[in-house]
C-alpha cells in the first residue's frame, strides 16, 4: 500500500527560486494537509483542504499555495523562497477529521 | 480559542521505567477526539493512541494508556516499561471538529539504557 506519497525527499533552492511539492494519496481521503517542522519544534498548520476543488488558509499560510484539482493530488507551491522557508514539509490525508495518514516528509533548504 | 499545550520540552527516564507526558487545552466544544502521535529520529509521525471525548474510559494500546481528564481539559500519555524504542518526540494532538488539526510543541523523551 502506497499511502501518502511526497516528492521530493530533500531539496535545496536559492532565494527567490520557485518551486512545488507534491503529494500524492491513494486512499481517497477527503481531507488533506500541509504541515511544516522547523528544527526541533512541533507541526504547523500551512494549508488543507476538504475536497476536490477547496482549500482553505492553515496557521502559516503566507508565502505558500495550494490546489486541489483530484482527491488523490495536493501540490504545494512555494513562490519566491525565502530561508524562513527552511523547514521540514509533512503532507497528511484523512478520511475525515480524525486520524491522520503521513507522508514521509520534504527536507527543504533554503540558502 | 482552542489552545493545547506541552509544557514539558523534554523528559528523560531510565529504560523500564514508567513516564508521563502531559497535555493540556482549551476548548468550548464537547465532542471531539484526541491523538498522541511519536516522532523517532527516522521523522516519520507515528499514530500512538487515540481518544473519544464521549468516552470515559481511558484508551490503552499495549503498553501505552491516556488520563484522560475531560472537566479539566487534560490528555496525558503513560508508557509503562518504557524501551529504547520509545525515544522519540512525542506530540499531542486534538481535534475539536473542525479541519484545523493543530498539534502541540511536542516533548522530546528519551529513554536511557
Known amino acids: 500500500n502506497a499511502g501518502v506519497t511526497q516528492t521530493p525527499k530533500f531539496r535545496i533552492l536559492k532565494i527567490g527560486q520557485s518551486m512545488t511539492l507534491q503529494c500524492t494519496q491513494d486512499?481517497?481521503?477527503?481531507?488533506m494537509y500541509w504541515y511544516r517542522q522547523d528544527p526541533g519544534m512541533g507541526l504547523k498548520l500551512i494549508y488543507y483542504?476538504?475536497?476536490?476543488?477547496?482549500?482553505d488558509k492553515g496557521e502559516v499560510p503566507n508565502g505558500y499555495n495550494v490546489s486541489r484539482s483530484t482527491t488523490e493530488d495536493f501540490p504545494l507551491r512555494l513562490e519566491l523562497a525565502a530561508p524562513s522557508q527552511t523547514s521540514v514539509y509533512f503532507c497528511?490525508?484523512?478520511?475525515?477529521?480524525?486520524?491522520?495518514?503521513f507522508g514521509s516528509g520534504t527536507q527543504l533548504s533554503v540558502l | 480559542a482552542q489552545t493545547v499545550t506541552q509544557s514539558q520540552p523534554e523528559m528523560s527516564v531510565q529504560e523500564a521505567e514508567t513516564v508521563t507526558l502531559s497535555c493540556t487545552y482549551d476548548?468550548?466544544?464537547?465532542?471531539?477526539?484526541l491523538f498522541w502521535y511519536k516522532q523517532p529520529p527516522s521523522r516519520q509521525m507515528i499514530l500512538v493512541i487515540r481518544?473519544?471525548?464521549?468516552?470515559?474510559q481511558n484508551a490503552t494500546e499495549n503498553r501505552f494508556s491516556v488520563n484522560f481528564q475531560k472537566a479539566a481539559k487534560s490528555f496525558s500519555l503513560k508508557i509503562s516499561d518504557s524501551q529504547l524504542g520509545d525515544t522519540a518526540m512525542y506530540f499531542c494532538?486534538?481535534?475539536?471538529?473542525?479541519?484545523?488539526?493543530?498539534f502541540g510543541t511536542g516533548t522530546r523523551l528519551t529513554i536511557i539504557p
Open positions: 494532538a486534538p481535534n475539536f471538529g473542525n479541519e484545523k488539526l493543530t
Open positions: 483542504s476538504v475536497g476536490a476543488g477547496i482549500t
Open positions: 497528511a490525508s484523512s478520511p475525515r477529521a480524525e486520524k491522520l495518514f
Open positions: 476548548t468550548s466544544e464537547s465532542n471531539y477526539y
Open positions: 481518544q473519544e471525548a464521549y468516552k470515559q
Open positions: 486512499m481517497n481521503h477527503n481531507y
